[in-house]
């Protein structure tokens, strides 16, 4: 990899730590986004992943997977969970699959027989899968520029927090260079009037949008009963608490993901100060 990219992603990483609000103001700011997107934006190279499969990235965009190495350095945790969870022939649904690092696992893992749903509405990250599911020839692979939400709707996507953290919001703002106009879908519509495959397992990381993404699968969660494992984004919506409530009256039981470990743990009673679980229907861990 290029080291003019490494560079230029370690010195956004090292002003981050250091200063975060000059760091936002930066990146939120419409003119570095704009040359950033006329000079890096369509600048696609090949990685090859822990699966040999060959993702592509925006090198600008996309620093965390510079490398196969740095792939398997990202959320390990969770890449050890599905390998855990996920099995051949069950359906994923990968909700906010940004380039699709854990769509491409899915792949390998569910198989031919399998099938897996990537749902990923920011510009870039959309560019870089599709590429990807052409140039690996994923038939099990099914891409949609789609939010997910409760409801199947046009609403808008804020790209101020970047390729990494960009979500979908009720309304646009008056910076029209950083909020876009989208559509979004709800789980349950996708299922029972678009013909997806009903869930064995969603992942979903969503920025803050996880309440949503659940009451637009109620039906879903009600008959199909898939595993979920979600990301929880306290600080940017507190609410998100609330799933816990929800997913107990549908007869899951929700775990930490942090040390998690199959047939051993106890069950949650909240979701305060939780980041990442996983909820299992009728079942224990």
Do not use: W
């Amino acid at each position: 990899m290029s080291p003019i990219y490494r560079g230029i992603y370690k010195a956004g990483q090292a002003l981050r730590k250091r200063h975060y609000k000059l760091f936002r103001a930066i990146v939120e700011n419409p003119l570095v986004r704009s040359i950033i997107q006329r000079v890096y934006g369509s600048r696609i190279v090949s990685v090859q992943t822990p699966e040999s499969y060959t993702l592509a990235i925006n090198p600008v965009y996309h620093g965390n997977f510079l490398t196969t190495q740095s792939i398997l350095q990202y959320e390990p945790e969770m890449r050890a969970l599905f390998e855990n969870e996920v099995s051949a022939g069950m359906v994923v649904y990968d909700i906010g699959a940004n380039v699709g690092v854990f769509s491409l696992q899915f792949c390998q893992i569910v198989g031919e027989h399998g099938q897996v749903y990537a749902f990923e509405p920011e510009e870039n990250n959309l560019r870089c899968l599709l590429q990807t599911k052409v140039s690996n020839k994923l038939s099990n692979l099914e891409v949609h520029e789609k939010g997910v939400g409760q409801y199947t709707e046009n609403l808008f996507f804020d790209r101020r927090g970047g390729a990494m953290s960009g979500r979908v919001v009720d309304s646009g703002s008056e910076n029209t260079e950083n909020v876009t106009q989208m559509q979004v879908i709800s789980v349950d519509d996708f299922v029972y009037s678009q013909g997806g495959r009903p869930p064995s397992l969603m992942k979903i990381d969503v920025e803050g949008n996880e309440v949503k993404v659940i009451d637009g699968a109620l039906r879903t969660l009600e008959e199909h009963h898939p595993i979920i494992i979600c990301e929880l984004h306290h600080s940017i919506e507190p609410a998100v608490i609330v799933i816990y409530d929800v997913l107990s009256k549908l007869g899951y039981q929700c775990f930490d993901v942090d040390g998690h470990k199959p047939n051993k743990d106890e069950p949650l009673d909240s979701f305060v100060n939780v980041h990442h679980f996983i909820a299992f229907a009728n079942r224990t861990a």
